[in-house]
């Protein structure tokens, strides 16, 4: 045994089963409809898996996670203007193809509520209760002239690339979406 | 050796072997030319290197894998309209930027077949052959209003989230385009 | 330990400590501000925590490796068009949103360098600074109306679909952008 002291199984295997609960992680960066929904269903699907996942929403993304119909309230007036221009709220994200000034999102809206499919509020809801971790990326806050106090409740983190960063290298499934 | 009873260099490496067959799994969400294409030179590409590669198609992706020309068939009449304005078939995806009403799209098809590069078509069935699996998303060909008599043959699976979520946490390479 | 002899805890973990040093590949595909910004921020992150960091720009992400005001030298007619409608440079990416004709992007990048925040082009400077590998698609390059010499200096590799593979099979964490 002593010409495989160096070689310890025993540290093979402890790591082998760090890495056993599966995780996974998303970057949330689009705010288009159609991908945010495509993230929440990735991340209650993995949740109810017995995945641990977390979010982590950056630019067009923190749109999800803002309060519905809360302006912006940052002090500088450029960052106002952005904020403004830029509405946020799970409800009211733009398709990616077809948004057609809200004709088309609206259409595919009612499509799935004929069909009972839950959209981005609920599918939201379902992801904070399945435990789904939601970090807001401190970066881009700043950046999208969006200010925390106008962000849902429930946020878990705000944090930046190192802690995604430290949270993917571990994870079996990273997106970036 | 009864110390180390408890941990079995067998399962540590049957672990290890297990994940050996390296594979690719690819989400194509966008319907866009350039990111299908991308997804396609992938796919090949891992597909020849004896990868396993397996390609979910959900959203604008679904477009990819329709019959050219098959209008939909929802009963539905929302449906059918956003069926009908979301034209399919593999050699009708526009590029995401500079489509230019199909002028820019058409140019840069133009440059592709002067320098004999397989288009999204090519690409498609060249990954056929080699192996790389189909999986229509269920979820979204509803919403898309996108019925499955109109997509192509050689579709080898209809499956949700968890079939996605099952193979790639097993996976070396998860994209999301 | 006859009866071992074919699992060899030596080679498990030679496997696993070959998977030690933290490896991340990104592939650029959008040539848009946002999503380049967020590869930057990535990667710069992942090298400064001392990760090996490849970056792989193809279709509109070659743009942000294109020296600034240089024209396409293409000599066929066809791909010099395209080259000279899409600009390069990292510093004349637009926004995904709310470029508005200039105006938007403008906005932000105000913003930007009001709150004292690196740029696309500083974030450049500073990934080649920490050892960030660039790779260029030489697939798309054509494609584009690009030549190698309109590229900034500093590229690493001119490389296609079976390098990335290959680095991307063997690293944690793998995003497409």
């Known amino acids: 045994m002593s010409t495989t002291a160096k070689l310890d199984p025993q540290v093979a295997l402890a790591e082998l089963q760090e890495r056993k609960p599966d995780r996974v992680t998303i970057v949330v960066l689009s705010g288009n409809m159609d991908r945010v929904m495509s993230a929440f269903i990735i991340a209650t699907g993995a949740a109810s898996m017995g995945m641990q996942v977390t979010m982590f929403f950056t630019f067009w993304g923190l749109n999800a996670i803002r309060k519905p119909g809360v302006s912006s309230k940052a002090t500088d007036w450029l ?15 733009p398709l990616s193809r077809f948004h ?3 004709l088309g999102t609206r259409i595919m809206k009612l499509v799935m509520r004929r069909n009972r499919m839950p959209g981005v509020p609920e599918l939201m809801d379902m992801a904070k209760d399945l435990g789904v971790r939601f970090i807001a990326c401190t970066t881009t806050l700043g950046l999208m002239g969006i200010t925390k106090d106008t962000l ?4 878990d983190q705000f944090a930046g690339v190192s802690t995604y960063l430290a949270e993917a290298k571990d994870a079996q499934v990273n997106l970036f979406i």
Chains 1, 2, 3 share one sequence.
């Open 152 to 155: 849902i409740d429930g946020i």
């Open 79 to 93: 960052r106002r203007a952005f904020g403004f221009l830029n509405r946020g709220g799970a409800d009211t994200l």
């Open 100 to 102: 057609f000034w809200g």
